[in-house]
């Protein structure tokens, strides 16, 4: 009796554990509005021509469907809301690029049942002032976190594509 007992008390803690790691954190507009530290600009649109699409697929390591993108623009920042497959699931993730680097990343939504450590500020912050070499990489090393490697590659990728389409509204590209 008191093995069954301890064995369904762990299962439930297995399974509260599991279910706590997926969350809405923030929705986008808290994150934009957040980052502008005013009402946020009105959305714009980016189309992705076929070099944008080549270099975002460079970076993602597959295909990317999408035909344009969504971006709040305001003086020398933008915010870009994307979403990446960490293992199985999309991870929705807030990117403020200011001066050409960044200023904040967010887990906004995190549907995996693990590796939602990428979501706490001890791991986001590493990206902060982080840029982009020539050769498409950050030039700031971010460290993994065991048992997440999947969403820290996402949130990564997501980061370089966000600084290097901020690159491209700079340059009129």
Do not use: C
């Not at 460079?58 to 344009?68: D, V, Y």
């Not at 450590?117 to 020539?134: G, I, N, W």
């Amino acid at each position: 009796m008191k093995l069954t007992i301890a064995i369904i008390t762990l299962s439930l803690s297995l399974l509260t554990s599991v279910a706590n790691a997926r969350g809405t954190y923030q929705t986008p507009e808290e994150f934009i509005t957040q980052a502008f530290n005013t009402p946020p600009p009105k959305s714009k649109v980016l189309w992705i021509d076929d070099e944008t699409k080549e270099v975002i697929e460079s970076i993602l390591s597959h295909s990317f469907r999408k035909m344009r993108l969504r971006y709040w623009q305001q003086d020398n920042e933008s915010v870009w809301i994307m979403d990446e497959i960490g293992k199985e699931a999309p991870i929705t993730v807030g990117i403020h690029v200011k001066d050409g680097a960044i200023s904040q990343t967010k887990v906004l939504v995190y549907r995996e049942s693990r590796g939602d450590e990428v979501r706490h500020d001890f791991f986001t912050d590493q990206f902060k002032s982080a840029k982009l070499t020539p050769e498409l990489k950050l030039d700031t090393h971010i460290d993994g976190i065991t048992g997440a490697t999947l969403s820290v590659r996402a949130l990564t990728k997501l980061s370089r594509i966000a600084l290097y389409l901020d690159g491209q509204l700079t340059t009129g590209n």
